[in-house]
């Protein structure tokens, strides 16, 4: 199983980044994905989620309105469209498929 995380990078204040997250090593219908983040020093934190079928999601209420979890079942790819970024955004953002699977992480820096 791998997961590989692409999109971090640095973006202002009210601005956008769109987290892609590719799986390959299993049925990518059959799992339910998510994403997480890291603060150094801190604990990860679970931010959005979406089942196996993509039907229902979740959010952290602090990204509820801003971030949008979805998946691609053609592509094998989970996506994190994050908008109106906020500078506490910044953190290393992870994909988790259940199993225990991490991919390597992000970096999303949030700043002017």
């Known amino acids: 199983v791998q997961l590989v995380e692409s999109g971090g990078g640095l973006a202002q204040p009210g601005g956008s980044l769109r987290l892609s997250c590719e799986a390959s090593?299993?049925?990518?219908?059959?799992?339910?994905l998510s994403w997480y983040r890291q603060v150094s020093g801190k604990e990860r934190e679970w931010v959005a989620g979406t089942d196996n079928a993509g039907g229902s999601k979740a959010y952290k209420d602090s990204v509820k309105g801003r971030f949008t979890i979805s998946r691609d079942r053609a592509k094998n790819t989970v996506y994190l469209q994050m908008n109106s970024l906020k500078p506490e955004g910044t953190a290393v953002y992870y994909c988790?498929?259940?199993?225990?699977?991490w991919g390597q992480g992000t970096q999303v820096t949030v700043s002017s």
């Open positions: 988790y498929a259940t199993g225990g699977y």
């Open positions: 090593g299993f049925i990518f219908n059959s799992v339910a």
